[in-house]
């Protein structure tokens, strides 16, 4: 008997789309016991929420969080706003005792992300962050060979996430405040490789060193939007009327860091990257072996196994659209690819096994997994400005 779980979305942007996608689509491919149903979702009311419920099949729609959240009959949370409106409806949902999902970057500063992680282990509630790129098939099973053990011991990671977008025709968003974002591509970009990194290898990072942050778009023109005049700081050009806000965020970061046991790795997260779209990928070398992947090509991950003979040993390039492949199975039949969409419902199946007390295909981001993100992003950052090797330990 399947039970169902009314879900509140709580925003309605980029993340809003393709998780109502992922809610409505995941019990159409996958079995589940709990069964998501799109009961309200939030937006801002200039936004218009009720055009938004209608296209995407949400039961209500609703411009008051507060009441949402405490809404009795709502049983699960999910939070796709702006990185300074994690918190405060993560907390409401933790304080009403419901299960709660946030996106990434958890919070926009540490210590937001620090009561987060808190709050949800001291209530004993589930949480959940949507670093969805683990649940690419190819991501997931780098996972599964790292713990076979068939690249050895790792010695060397080198992730790189560049996009090309953020050129200086782009105008003024949340994106570009620190107070609404906490940083630019660094928790954007950084976040989501730091995370497949510990999740693929296991490993932790201990200690960050010669890490650059730079901005190289000062100012942007601001759209006639809904950010206040003291929301932003602004200029005015007198002839043209052109407002203009200064970025306060990176474009770029990058850095070096050591992992607990031993081996070196190198991050890279870039906006103005041209010719990278969504160039999200890791390079893994052990002692047995290496593994690579890059998101524009999600479908494949790369194996090199330096146990077989020398004379046929190379790179295999592995289709991973085979029903023996994570997720796999619950979509199309081999070689009939997936895409994008497919990280976020493989995950709302988890979120809902999870709830139901099963194991996930592969493990969760909890807050604490993510709180423990941000503490190496925020270590970065730290050594971009004191220029100095940071103890992750240090920072918390
Ligand atoms: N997992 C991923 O791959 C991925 C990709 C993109 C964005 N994100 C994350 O998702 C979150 C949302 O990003 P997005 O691209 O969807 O943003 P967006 O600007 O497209 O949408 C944000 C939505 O939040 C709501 N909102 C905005 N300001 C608000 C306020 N002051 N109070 C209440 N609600 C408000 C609105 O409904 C808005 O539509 C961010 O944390 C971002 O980092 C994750």
Request: contains cysteine; aromatic residues 12%.
């Amino acid at each position: 008997m399947s039970k169902p779980i009314n879900v509140a979305m709580i925003g309605q942007g980029f993340m809003g789309r393709s998780h109502s996608n992922a809610w409505g689509q995941v019990k159409r491919f996958f079995k589940t016991e709990l069964k998501p149903v799109l009961h309200t979702v939030f937006g801002q009311e200039f936004e218009h929420p009720e055009n938004f419920a209608q296209v995407w099949d949400w039961q209500n729609a609703s411009t008051n969080w507060e009441e949402t959240i405490k809404n009795p009959e709502i049983g699960f949370i999910d939070i796709v706003t702006p990185n300074f409106m994690h918190a405060p409806p993560a907390k409401a949902a933790i304080a009403a005792g419901k299960p709660v999902a946030c996106e990434k970057p958890i919070s926009a500063t540490l210590q937001e992300a620090r009561e987060m992680s808190q709050a949800a282990e001291a209530a004993g509630v589930d949480s959940f962050v949507w670093f969805c790129y683990r649940r690419a098939p190819a991501v997931a099973l780098a996972y599964k060979l790292v713990r076979e053990g068939r690249i050895g011991q790792i010695r060397h990671i080198r992730a790189a996430y560049l996009q090309q977008w953020a050129d200086d025709s782009v105008p003024f968003a949340w994106r570009f405040k620190k107070a609404l974002a906490g940083s630019g591509a660094h928790g954007d970009l950084n976040a989501h490789i730091v995370d497949m990194t510990r999740f693929v290898s296991g490993l932790e990072i201990t200690e960050i060193c010669g890490s650059i942050a730079e901005t190289f778009v000062k100012e942007r023109v601001v759209p006639n939007g809904n950010m206040t005049d003291e929301e932003l700081r602004y200029s005015k050009d007198a002839k043209t009327g052109t407002v203009r806000a200064e970025v306060e965020v990176d474009d770029t970061v990058l850095f070096l860091c050591r992992f607990d046991n031993g081996a070196v790795g190198s991050y890279e997260a870039a906006r103005q990257a041209t010719g990278n779209f969504n160039r999200n990928g890791f390079e893994i070398n052990g002692t047995k072996g290496s593994l690579k992947f890059n998101f524009e090509d999600m479908n494949h991950l790369e194996y090199f196994d330096a146990t077989q003979p020398a004379e046929v040993q190379g790179w295999t390039k592995i289709l991973c659209t085979d029903p023996c492949h994570p997720y796999v199975g619950n979509y199309w039949p081999a070689g009939h690819l997936i895409g994008y969409e497919h990280g976020f419902t493989s995950m709302a199946y988890d979120i809902l096994r999870k709830l139901n007390g099963e194991e996930p295909v592969v493990p969760l981001p909890s807050f604490t997994d993510a709180y423990n993100t941000q503490r190496i992003l925020e270590s970065a950052l730290i050594s971009a400005t004191e220029k100095r090797w940071v103890n992750v330990a240090d920072v918390r």
